[in-house]
């Protein structure tokens, strides 16, 4: 092997290292994981909910249908948006959490 294969070698372990353990981790880890992106889809498909009912509101000049959407629909987003945090928050501290973000500070230097 020459020196450019062996070097390329070890670039390509360092890159896929990080990928390969993405999907492994403790079942606590990615039932955090999960429900964190859960949350945060229905975070923004909520949100496309509620502006463009609101907008079809304004345009059907029915202020209930407005007023419904803003009280109703952002209270449950804003629910959706505070458990995907917390997820997200509490998956940090699984081992797997830890390792994910000792990696990332690796990388960093």
Do not use: W
Not at 21 to 31: D, E, I, N, P, Q
């Amino acid at each position: 092997m020459t020196n450019k294969s062996v070097n390329d070698n070890q670039t390509s372990n360092t890159t896929e290292a990080p990928m390969a353990k993405a999907g492994k981790g403790s079942a606590v880890h990615r039932l955090f994981s999960y429900a964190s992106r859960i949350c945060m889809i229905g975070l923004v498909l909520g949100g496309i909910i509620v502006a463009l009912g609101q907008v079809l509101g304004i345009v059907l000049i029915n202020a209930d249908l407005v007023i419904a959407l803003g009280e109703t629909g952002v209270n449950t987003i804003c629910i959706l948006a505070s458990l995907g945090g917390i997820f997200a928050y509490l998956g940090l501290y699984t081992k797997a959490g830890r390792e994910e973000v000792a990696n990332m500070h690796e990388d960093d230097k």
